[in-house]
């Protein structure tokens, strides 16, 4: 009768085992073996640990000789399977992995497992396994769209350096408008959700009208100053610059990122701005959005409060809005801006680069 390996943890191998037991996204089958060592350090026998993990008898004493023998070594890894890999196998793999990146089907975009393998003569699994192994997801895409503004780092460096380092005595005002907010209300009422099915709505719906959101998001503190009017032209532009100069407090300069509309630029604008010098335009390069920081918080709008709501009207639209918002400038802890101009301008670099390799 073989006898159980007395298993002793040094407090860095107990802490390490400990985060496997507990990490959200480690796989179970090494959940499972740091369970056995834990449970082995207790001085447990095989057959109990067995009964509490819920493994045969046998695994747990080969995961147990195995961390005894190896440590942590021995049960991160599954020991070699016998018998000779396919000599063909590395180069099938390739084949797969050049077709995957390097072409596409003659009456589509993109492969699925099924047309690869149909066309190199492999089995779909074959074909799945080497795309997981390898991280390849041909039928997801990102899009993506570097700047083409000739003064790009210029601008970069000053939108992050007012979020880096604001000036004194100043209010930092991240400004936008997020245009042409429809009020739709499905045409049947949704089931909820419950447990083992998720709730539900109907593909179509009815427009019952739209509204225009102005925002301004303070960098600092997070809250913003919004307002929703019917269009957005210059007009109301000015009108929004006239709510911000009344919720701020008067003695402080204002610096507010723009993106480049042409009605943040009209010359009743600019005539505007002149006669309050207190505010400072501060626009973002063309194809940029990202660098805006409302943009974070229409997102945010947009996820939790718009996206799946049904609105009979707009006033009821524009409710909701006034809610979030309020909500939002009672909960608020801010968004932080953590890249610097020179990580940012180092990647878009990189990306131009990769793009100048590519032929068309």
């Not at 496997?20 to 089958?29: L, S």
């Not at 992050?160 to 400004?175: K, N």
């Not at 402080?252 to 002149?274: E, S």
């Not at 974070?296 to 718009?306: S, V, W």
């Amino acid at each position: 009768m073989r006898v159980a390996v007395a298993i002793e943890l040094t407090d860095e191998e107990r802490a390490e085992l400990t985060s496997y037991v507990r990490g959200a996204t480690t796989p179970q089958r090494l959940v499972k073996r740091a369970q056995v060592v834990l449970l082995a350090a207790q001085g447990m026998a095989n057959q109990d640990i067995a009964k509490q993990v819920g493994m045969a008898r046998g695994p747990v004493g080969t995961w147990r000789r195995r961390f005894a023998e190896q440590r942590l070594a021995g049960i991160e890894k599954d020991a070699p399977r016998p018998g000779n890999p396919s000599p063909d196998r590395a180069e099938l793999t390739e084949l797969i992995l050049e077709a995957t990146t390097q072409t596409e089907p003659e009456h589509a975009t993109h492969w699925s497992t099924r047309t690869l393998a149909e066309a190199l003569g492999v089995s779909d699994t074959r074909v799945a396994r080497v795309w997981r192994a390898h991280g390849l997801q041909p039928h997801r895409v990102k899009t993506f769209k570097v700047s083409n503004d000739p003064h790009f780092a210029e601008k970069v460096r000053d939108v992050v350096g007012l979020y880096l380092d604001p000036p004194e005595r100043a209010i930092v005002l991240s400004v936008d408008e997020k245009t042409q907010v429809q009020a739709l209300d499905r045409t049947q009422k949704g089931l909820p959700i419950h447990p083992g099915k998720c709730g539900t709505r109907t593909h179509d719906y009815k427009r019952n009208g739209t509204t225009t959101l102005f925002a301004a998001l303070n960098v600092a503190e997070g809250i913003v100053i919004d307002k929703c009017m019917k269009r957005h032209r210059h007009q109301e532009w000015i009108k929004f610059l006239k709510e911000i100069d009344a919720r701020t407090p008067p003695e402080l300069d204002l610096h507010l990122i723009a993106d480049n509309y042409a009605t943040h630029k009209h010359p009743a604008v600019k005539r505007w701005l002149k006669r309050h010098p207190r505010f400072h335009m501060h626009f973002i390069p063309t194809s940029s959005s990202w660098l805006n920081l409302v943009e974070r918080f229409f997102a945010d709008l947009t996820t939790k409060r718009l996206r799946r709501g049904s609105f009979r009207n707009v006033p009821q639209l524009v409710k909701a809005i006034r809610g979030y918002v309020e909500h939002h400038n009672d909960t608020t802890e801010g968004f932080t801006w953590t890249k610097t101009a020179n990580a940012i301008l180092e990647k878009v670099a990189r990306a131009k680069a990769t793009l100048d390799k590519i032929r068309d």
